[in-house]
């Protein structure tokens, strides 16, 4: 009789174990942020000015691998709503571009960027979403390319949005290069929630 308690017990002494061990690592399983919401530049906290319309919020909606980027811009005075979509698993998607760099001033015009497509690839880099786009010019015969990548981060209280963008330029991208840009800090674009 006591042998067969004594192992009733085990049982149950293992069971309970196994059952703090599971929801322990359960408790360790990290979500992904979601970056919903309407968003507003905090022109104190960054270093670079906004993309698009000045003043004007940016919206997300975010259902996890797609995310919907709406950002106003201003055409011959009126504003212009644009919708760019990216997808967190890595698949690629193509928009129109936010920003070119051109060796050429002039060339283009505030209208001609919204016909420039920009190929990007999008993917978790633990709690960032990192977007990444590889462009080239030419400049005087020679063929730059670079890559502009784009993190998104949100704050551990979910009130600030942190855009950090950065170009990096590939020195061998097939021809010898003319142009080596200095040193420079990385675009920051940081954003309040203004409504969830």
Request: aromatic share 6%; proline share 5%.
């Amino acid at each position: 009789m006591k042998l067969v308690s004594v192992r009733q017990a085990a049982a149950v002494l293992i069971i309970v174990c196994w059952a703090i061990v599971v929801h322990g690592q359960g408790n360790k399983v990290q979500t992904k942020p979601n970056l919903s919401g309407t968003w507003l530049l905090d022109h104190g906290k960054s270093n670079v000015s906004e993309i698009g319309k000045s003043g004007a919020p940016i919206r997300i909606i975010h259902n996890d691998p797609e995310l919907r980027i709406t950002r106003t811009f201003e055409r011959n005075g009126q504003p212009v709503e644009r919708e760019f979509v990216y997808f967190t698993d890595g698949r690629g998607e193509t928009n129109s571009a936010t920003i070119l760099l051109t060796s050429q001033p002039g060339r283009l015009k505030p209208e001609d960027i919204d016909k420039e497509m920009v190929k990007s690839r999008t993917t978790w880099q633990h709690d960032k979403i990192m977007m990444r786009a590889t462009l080239r010019d030419n400049s005087g015969g020679h063929m730059i390319e670079y890559e502009i990548v784009d993190e998104w981060k949100l704050s551990a209280d979910g009130k600030t949005l942190t855009q950090t963008n950065r170009i990096v330029f590939h020195p061998d991208s097939g021809s010898r290069a003319i142009f080596v840009p200095s040193g420079r800090p990385d675009d920051k674009r940081v954003y309040n929630l203004v409504s969830k």
